[in-house]
């Protein structure tokens, strides 16, 4: 990520967040579900502090349900609301409108009559304006939108009683090293040429080293058994066919396609993310 861009940006864009969130009964927070630590804005606390915070792990499709359900009880044990979401499970959404409206049942009488009024937030690809789109088609009663706060937002009924904020809230990563490859795989990061090499590697890696080499060997018919990321990357590019004029492997092609290939699940459904205390297997 342009860091000059993103250190210009944060002022506004926070301002602006602050200012929809004064309004906000209940935040509804998108994390991946394939990484809910590395997908979650460290700041995320103290920018909802006094808000009903629900968390998401959403595109739970693309994540192994075992782990996924162990960071619901971790996000849970941790004393907040948690559940798991994929605008592809529609079963999923029975649960959420359930959720709303218990939480519109339990407003304090000093709300008076006011609907619950809420608003999605996460960092960058974690699916806020797919999850928007979805509620919005999905919501039990239509009804003209009401002009929302500011800036030509608006509320939108999706429940008696429930409202939600038509525009999501961008948050930012956390840009420690660690994290990155992670951030990249998911697609939260722009995969910039050096990137897109590292982050395919670093998967490559893990792949091998959680067992799950027979995902990538399902993939691409022919791949070795090459231990070394670096070497598996280019057998990559070569059963693929990424070829430079003169023959030489085009690695950032290769790259690319291994992380395309895991973002649409062609890699097979894969948490990159444990929970604390949860090993691998
Ligand atoms: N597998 C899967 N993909 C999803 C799901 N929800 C959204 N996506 C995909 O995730 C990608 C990003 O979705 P967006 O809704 O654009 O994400 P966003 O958080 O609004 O992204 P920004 O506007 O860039 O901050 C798109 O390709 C969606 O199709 C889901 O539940 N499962
Ligand atoms: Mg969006």
């Not at 359900?69 to 529609?90: C, E, L």
């Not at 999905?138 to 706060?149: K, L, M, T």
């Not at 598996?232 to 059963?239: C, W």
Request: aromatic residues 6%; positive net charge; hydrophobic residues 35%.
């Amino acid at each position: 990520m342009d860091k000059k861009r993103f250190s210009g940006s944060e002022g506004r864009a926070a301002r602006e967040l602050r200012q929809d969130l004064a309004a906000i009964d209940l935040v509804v927070e998108l994390l991946d579900a394939r990484a809910p630590s590395a997908s979650q804005n460290p700041r995320i606390g103290r920018l909802t502090a006094g808000k009903q915070r629900l968390i998401l792990l959403h595109k739970a499709d693309r994540s192994e349900p075992r782990v996924t359900s162990r960071w619901v009880n971790y996000f849970k044990d941790k004393g907040y609301s948690a559940m798991t979401f994929s605008i592809h499970q529609p079963h999923r959404r029975r649960v959420l409108f359930k959720y709303l409206q218990d939480c519109r049942a339990g407003l304090s009488p000093a709300h008076g009559r006011r609907s619950l009024r809420i608003m999605v937030v996460g960092i960058p690809n974690v699916g806020k304006s797919s999850l928007i789109n979805y509620l919005v088609r999905q919501r039990a009663a239509r009804s003209g939108n009401r002009p929302g706060i500011t800036r030509g937002r608006q509320w939108i009924r999706l429940l008696p009683g429930v409202e939600l904020l038509d525009t999501p809230g961008v948050l930012y990563p956390r840009l420690s090293g660690e994290v990155i490859p992670l951030l990249v795989a998911i697609g939260s990061l722009p995969s910039a040429a050096i990137e897109a090499i590292s982050t395919a590697g670093w998967l490559l890696g893990f792949y091998r080293e959680t067992g799950r080499a027979g995902l990538l060997a399902k993939r691409y018919p022919g791949l070795g058994s090459s231990g070394d990321p670096d070497l598996q990357l280019e057998e990559i590019g070569r059963v693929q066919g990424c070829l430079l004029p003169g023959g030489k492997i085009d690695l950032q092609r290769a790259a690319e396609t291994v992380l395309r290939d895991f973002q649409n699940g062609n890699l097979g459904n894969v948490s990159l993310e444990y929970p604390p205390g949860m090993e691998d297997k």
